[in-house]
């Protein structure tokens, strides 16, 4: 068989591109059958070191490693940027081949979604907090396709970036829910020099608009150090990282929430922990970030 001969080469001597749904699972099923652990590493392309981070996290983990490249337009509203969000394949295929990746996925959408595609996965409360407030549906979105992803690859590890705090909570939970056979693993948000985190909409900034969005590590920061002082009341914390965002003119503060990590629900006191999740837009471009206080 032609598809089992190309799996025994070497692995770092050709990255193998699949974007049918039949070929993914058929290709996955070979890698399973033996017995070898399978990473999986779902994005939307326009790959940046925060990515790669986690590739290097499967890799370090996983007999074999699998990369999805997907522009999901379940999870972007009628008003949002699905239709100019950064796309550049051959950039992102040759990351990951340089990464010594085994199958990259890019499946197109109606590959995906078949025409008449009328099941959706939803994580009911979860999904209308913090992101899923500010973008109804978003998360309906992330779920089906992450659920979609979770069946036609069957990973034994799946491994998103802590940076999606939010997104993180919601496919915790429908892994719990529906017995699925995945372990989520969340790696530490990578960021630049001067604080600001990662993000693939990081190329819609302006010079200026760049500077303006280190203000949201700033404030992330500001609570920290209070919470690092013996600070526990969320409030009084909330209220001291909304003052640096309110420092910076320009930024337009979507949410600045202090939050149970795997409930999303609000927290008075921090004692046992708190997710500190902010949104900002800069200019039209959102930007999220978040610490976690321990």
Known sequence: ML????LRRPLAEHMKRINSVAEMKAVCRQFTSAGHALGLVPTMGALHEGHLSLVRASKSKCKFTTVSVFVNPLQ???????GKYPRNIERDAAMLEGLAVDVLFTPPVEEMYPAGTKTY?????LSGRLDGASRPGHFRGVTTVVAKLFEI?????????QKDAAQVAVLR??????????HLVVCPIVREK??????????YLSDEQRRQALVLHRALMRVQMLADRGERNAATLSQAGEQVIAE????????FAIVNPDTLEPVIDISRGALVAVAAFFGPTRLIDNILLT
Do not use: C, H, I, W
């Not at 598809?3 to 190309?6: E, F, I, K, Y």
């Not at 001067?194 to 190329?203: F, I, P, T």
């Open 3 to 6: 598809l089992g001969r190309s």
């Open 76 to 82: 972007f509203g009628p008003t949002e940027d699905f």
């Open 121 to 125: 996965v939803v994580v009911d409360d």
């Open 153 to 161: 690859v069957r990973p034994d590890f799946a491994y998103f970036g």
């Open 173 to 182: 939970k429908m892994v719990r829910d529906l017995d699925m056979d995945v």
């Open 194 to 203: 001067d604080g600001l985190a990662l993000s693939s909409r990081n190329v």
């Open 248 to 255: 910076q003119p320009e930024a337009r503060l979507d949410y």
